[in-house]
């Protein structure tokens, strides 16, 4: 069991804030703040608290000092700065004297966002590899740990797992959240529970699948997943995405749970993504077809499924939905979804992507800001980041 900001006192205390700002930039302008908006609750309280906060976050990868420029959170600074609400201040380096005197000088209230983690991987991938020497740095600069990085919490870095061996650590608020709304999906959901799984490659979500037919009454799977499993299946997907490394994996889940596992009937296909497309059985696939979208009857017969579900879990798509010809399936999918009166959740990624595009955000009870981190946290049931926060659970009790 964890701890969660709330069962702490953090006033005047000197705390590691772990968020992650990993967010879009193009032409050194944010494009989409969500990620460090979702944060704000957290550090609201922080500031309300008179805590003295430091900031750590990664951003994108580096690997070259070449990285480092395209890959600085001071654009990141300058939107929190140019909000007017914190008392915010930069430190251009993530460790070393400057970051140094400013945590000794921080004020109640306060806060550093300290440059990208990552920026240490040039010294011999000192947060990847989680080094104890820059953990201990790091919490030697602070008196509490707290993790409100959910989306980065799959990851065995130095900020992440390193940091909380140190320091008395707990869960934000956005964390909190994540796992209010995930941990149903794998202990106790409200029956009856359909998943629907789509994306492009099976391979990363295998271990997903399993765990989640273990407890889902049926998962509907469409895109490059479904047609993995069609091949498991015994069908010629022609041209088609296909993971061909699962497909034994895909045949023995489907032999472990003939009925929970539907595939679509039908699908919109494109002969070598040519300006063509034709509505197919599975037995009418060629060999130059090329799966785009779940098809017509595919649309009905999940339909059918979702509406008996009080319990909804989408993650990814049902097809190429980028591309307009592969678009209508996922479309469809979510609107039957967000006309439910079950609880719906979506997984991040793709598919919180086109929740958002296609204007049902609003219509669902919880999006994930995971991805990784939310299928290996169904998949394993924890994660390494909830893990670590339990090591100085004890240390909690005295702090005053």
Partial sequence: ???????????????????DYNVPIENGKITNTKK??????????????????????????????????????????????????????YSSVAMGTMLDNMARALEPGQMILVE????????????????????????????IYIDDAFGSMHRNHASITGIPKYLPS???????????????????????????????????????????????????LGGGIANTFL????????????????????????????????????????????????????????????IGDIGSEAIQNFKRIIESANTIFINGTVGMYEQKPFSNGTQEILNIVSNTKAKKIVGGGDAGTATKKYGYEEKMDFISTGGGSTLT????????????LKINIDKLETLD
């Fill in 116 to 143: 990208n983690t990552r920026y240490l991987d040039l010294q011999g991938n000192l947060e990847s590899d989680c080094d104890a020497q820059l953990a201990t740095y790091w919490a030697g600069l602070a008196d």
């Fill in 170 to 220: 707990v869960a934000g608020f956005l964390v909190e959240k994540e796992i209010s709304n995930l941990q149903p999906l794998i202990q106790n959901p409200t029956r009856p529970f359909v998943v629907v799984m789509g994306g492009a490659k099976l391979d990363d979500k295998i271990e997903l699948i399993y765990s989640l037919a273990e407890t889902a009454d049926h998962i509907l």
């Fill in 36 to 89: 460090i908006d979702d944060s704000f609750e957290t550090l609201n309280y922080l500031v309300k608290e008179g805590a003295k906060i430091i900031i750590l976050s990664h951003f994108g990868r580096v690997k070259s000092e070449e990285d480092k420029e395209a890959n600085s959170l001071k654009p990141v600074f300058d939107y929190m700065k140019g909000l007017g609400r914190y008392d915010i201040l």
């Fill in 1 to 19: 069991m964890i701890k969660y900001l709330k069962d702490i006192s953090v006033q005047e205390k000197k705390v590691i804030l772990r968020v």
């Fill in 231 to 290: 091949k498991a299946a015994g069908y010629d997907v022609g041209s088609s995405l296909v993971s061909d490394e699962a497909v034994r994996n895909a045949k023995a889940i489907m032999q472990e749970f003939p009925d929970k596992i539907i595939l679509p009937k039908d699908m919109i296909t494109s002969p070598s993504y040519e300006e063509k497309y034709e509505l197919k059985k599975l037995d009418e696939i060629v060999i130059d077809d090329v």
């Fill in 377 to 388: 946290f169904i998949a394993n049931h924890t994660l390494p980041g909830i893990d670590a």
